[in-house]
């Protein structure tokens, strides 16, 4: 097939670049226009891809495909924006600042059911990711007995950016749950499933902003699998790591290939338990020293377009319901919802099926 889908990017910071890279490396895809608050005016690059300073600007382009890669509190906007103008669109998590964006997006799309619409939870397509699904689901190792999972890093401003959005709930949502955190919400759902029970402590005592800064949940599912979850960003050392227990061994996710490097080795432990009582059984670990994460998820989505396929993972209703776990965890400290003024109406949002 020798057509290309004519892409614009919402938003050209560091996710954006990277996308851009990995959309021009695709065969059936190429950029043509960008746009970012950051340019001092309209123009053109020397390989002619346009750029703007505003989004509205590049929704004038003759697109076909649209990539939103902005600041939360445009996220939702621009996506429903791009499907009335009748353009595929890829959101990068999160989906808005909170869950009344993501439905307000939902409803949008019902509109347009032919179009395709996919939200950036790229940890799904990492191998160590993969390979641990497919076990669990498999049930090679038993049921999952229970979860523990910790990611955070040093602080909520991201690495290499002077901006400091993400520390103003005005325009994030939340802190470092909604923003880094949400992706192993994420993957806690996608391995055990959806859980009935939360219990939390959210802090902004370090850092002193006006988003959480730790976030402590502790969750459990309708057939009891238990999970335990740490977002932190007062992690000094950064740290991915997920602890899965199952009937006849366990799964341990550790670190995980990123631009920075500071997550460490990718590597997936294998434990198989020998019953001895003795806690030392046989292990295998598998590292993974290549990201094809970012190549996959532009691959999956070009493919739902090309080829008039169901997205696979990162669909509306796993924003959704993604969205609708960060925000129980958030109410689900009594205090924290105080401070927050959250209504019974905005609690009612966290739970309903749209």
Request: aromatic share 12%; proline share 2%.
């Given at each position: 097939?020798n057509?290309?889908?004519?892409?614009?990017?919402?938003?050209?910071g560091?996710?954006?670049?990277?996308?851009?890279?990995?959309?021009?490396?695709?065969?059936?895809?190429?950029?043509?226009?960008?746009?970012?608050?950051?340019?001092?005016?309209?123009?053109?690059?020397?390989?002619?891809?346009?750029?703007?300073?505003?989004?509205?600007e590049?929704?004038?382009?003759?697109?076909y495909?649209l990539f939103?890669?902005?600041t939360n509190?445009m996220?939702?906007?621009?996506?429903?924006?791009?499907?009335?103008?009748k353009?595929h669109?890829f959101?990068?998590k999160?989906?808005?600042?909170?869950?009344?964006?993501i439905?307000?997006?939902?409803?949008?799309?019902?509109?347009?059911?032919?179009?395709?619409l996919?939200?950036?939870?790229?940890?799904?397509?990492?191998?160590?990711?993969?390979?641990?699904?497919?076990?669990?689901?498999?049930?090679?190792?038993?049921?999952?007995?229970?979860?523990?999972?910790?990611?955070?890093?040093?602080?909520i401003?991201?690495f290499?950016?002077?901006?400091?959005?993400?520390?103003?709930?005005?325009?994030?949502?939340?802190?470092?749950l909604?923003?880094?955190?949400?992706?192993?919400?994420?993957?806690l759902?996608?391995f055990a499933?959806e859980?009935?029970?939360?219990?939390?402590f959210i802090?902004?005592d370090f850092?002193?902003?006006?988003?959480?800064?730790?976030?402590?949940?502790?969750?459990?599912?309708?057939?009891?699998?238990?999970?335990?979850?740490?977002?932190?960003?007062?992690?000094?050392?950064?740290r991915?790591?997920?602890?899965v227990?199952?009937e006849?061994?366990?799964?341990?996710?550790?670190g995980?290939?990123?631009?920075?490097?500071?997550?460490g080795?990718?590597?997936?432990?294998?434990?198989w338990?020998?019953?001895d009582?003795?806690?030392?059984?046989?292990?295998?670990?598998?590292?993974?020293?290549?990201?094809?994460?970012?190549?996959?998820?532009?691959d999956e989505?070009a493919?739902?377009?090309?080829?008039d396929?169901?997205?696979?993972?990162?669909?509306?209703?796993?924003?959704?319901?993604t969205?609708?776990?960060v925000y129980?965890?958030?109410?689900?400290?009594?205090?924290?919802?105080?401070?927050?003024n959250?209504?019974?109406?905005?609690?009612?949002?966290?739970?309903?099926?749209?």
């Amino acid at each position: 097939m020798n057509r290309k889908l004519r892409v614009g990017i919402a938003g050209y910071g560091v996710v954006g670049k990277r996308r851009y890279q990995f959309v021009n490396e695709h065969p059936h895809m190429q950029v043509i226009a960008v746009c970012d608050k950051t340019f001092s005016a309209k123009g053109q690059f020397n390989n002619a891809v346009r750029y703007y300073q505003h989004y509205t600007e590049l929704l004038e382009e003759n697109l076909y495909v649209l990539f939103v890669c902005l600041t939360n509190d445009m996220a939702a906007l621009v996506t429903i924006a791009g499907l009335e103008k009748k353009f595929h669109v890829f959101c990068e998590k999160p989906p808005g600042r909170d869950v009344q964006d993501i439905i307000n997006v939902l409803y949008c799309e019902k509109k347009y059911p032919h179009l395709k619409l996919k939200y950036g939870f790229n940890h799904r397509y990492h191998d160590s990711v993969i390979d641990a699904l497919r076990i669990i689901k498999n049930k090679e190792l038993g049921a999952i007995i229970d979860l523990k999972g910790t990611y955070g890093k040093s602080k909520i401003i991201s690495f290499g950016q002077g901006s400091d959005w993400r520390t103003h709930r005005s325009i994030a949502g939340g802190g470092i749950l909604l923003d880094q955190g949400i992706h192993m919400v994420d993957l806690l759902r996608i391995f055990a499933g959806e859980f009935s029970e939360v219990y939390s402590f959210i802090s902004n005592d370090f850092w002193g902003h006006d988003v959480e800064d730790n976030a402590y949940a502790l969750m459990r599912t309708a057939d009891k699998k238990v999970a335990f979850l740490h977002s932190s960003a007062t992690q000094w050392r950064h740290r991915f790591w997920l602890d899965v227990t199952l009937e006849r061994g366990g799964l341990v996710l550790s670190g995980i290939l990123s631009g920075t490097k500071s997550y460490g080795a990718e590597t997936l432990k294998i434990i198989w338990n020998s019953n001895d009582g003795v806690g030392d059984p046989r292990e295998q670990t598998t590292v993974y020293n290549e990201d094809n994460s970012w190549r996959r998820e532009i691959d999956e989505f070009a493919q739902a377009i090309l080829y008039d396929l169901p997205i696979q993972h990162g669909t509306s209703k796993d924003a959704l319901k993604t969205m609708q776990l960060v925000y129980r965890i958030y109410c689900a400290d009594t205090h924290w919802q105080k401070t927050w003024n959250i209504s019974d109406e905005w609690l009612e949002l966290a739970i309903t099926d749209i």
